[in-house]
């Protein structure tokens, strides 16, 4: 463990830098750079809040801040996971070249990632206080939701970036898979309006617990559930030893695929 720790740190200067390329190539040529990290959720929130709000008639409290809480999670897995699986990919030139080690390339674009995650979440709390939504103090408590999904989709990103470098098809596919998986994840619609068949499906989502669980420190002015904790970080924990398992069992194949 001990020789896994000194390589990190070695090569921790090296993640900083590909943190920062991979933020400026996002923004290259963009007048507003960095502050559309923060724009976009609000636009989407205020078109999608327009539009389910009249078109659906959902009965729920500050529906706004509801579902900006969901657009943070769901569009941040979206986000890191679909960068990390081309990270392999994308910088075969420069494997080819030099030694890296290959988990520093999804790292990084799960770390700019979050970086993305800190200013939508800064977004939503302007967004409560500018509807004077009370702040309560369990909101204090919404870094442990953000950590699960922030390691749960490293874990995904893992896996999808080692695949991902011998069956290019699913970067096509993966698009897809992620459009099914925001309508079995409660972003727009609250759990209420299901039927008892279709909340069994949607509950199996693993990021349908992590996103109440945010919503609840966040809106609810609830503590999360022991249990509720406890499965995430099952979940977790079973997708990062699977995601290590299938990367570090290809990743010496990667330079003859890429």
Do not use: C
């Amino acid at each position: 463990m001990s020789k896994y720790i000194q390589n990190f740190n070695k090569f921790r200067p090296l993640l900083k830098e590909l943190i920062m390329r991979d933020i400026k190539t996002k923004y290259r040529k963009s007048i507003l750079g960095v502050f559309w990290t923060i724009l976009n959720p609000l636009f989407m929130m205020v078109v999608l809040s327009i539009v389910f709000s009249n078109m659906f008639k959902f009965d729920v409290e500050y529906f706004p801040v509801y579902l900006l809480s969901g657009q943070l999670i769901f569009n941040f897995f979206n986000e890191a996971t679909t960068n990390a699986m081309g990270a392999i990919v994308m910088n075969g030139p420069l494997i080819k070249k030099i030694y890296v080690p290959k988990y520093m390339f999804v790292l990084s674009r799960i770390f700019s990632s979050s970086i993305n995650l800190l200013a939508s979440f800064t977004a939503m709390i302007f967004v409560m206080l500018a509807m004077r939504v009370e702040l309560h103090y369990t909101v204090l408590l919404a870094p442990i939701p953000l950590l699960f999904i922030v390691f749960f989709s490293l874990g995904v990103g893992l896996i999808l970036s080692a695949i991902t470098v011998k069956f290019r098809d699913i970067m096509h596919l993966y698009s897809v898979f992620v459009t099914a998986l925001m309508y079995l994840t409660p972003v727009i619609y609250p759990m209420s309006i299901l039927p008892e068949w279709l909340k069994k499906i949607v509950l199996l989502n693993p990021l349908t617990n992590i996103l109440t669980m945010f919503r609840n420190v966040m809106i609810n002015n609830m503590l999360p559930s022991i249990s509720s904790i406890l499965l995430a970080a099952v979940e977790v924990a079973v997708v990062m030893v699977l995601g290590l398992y299938v990367f570090y069992k290809r990743q010496d194949t990667f330079i003859l695929d890429i």
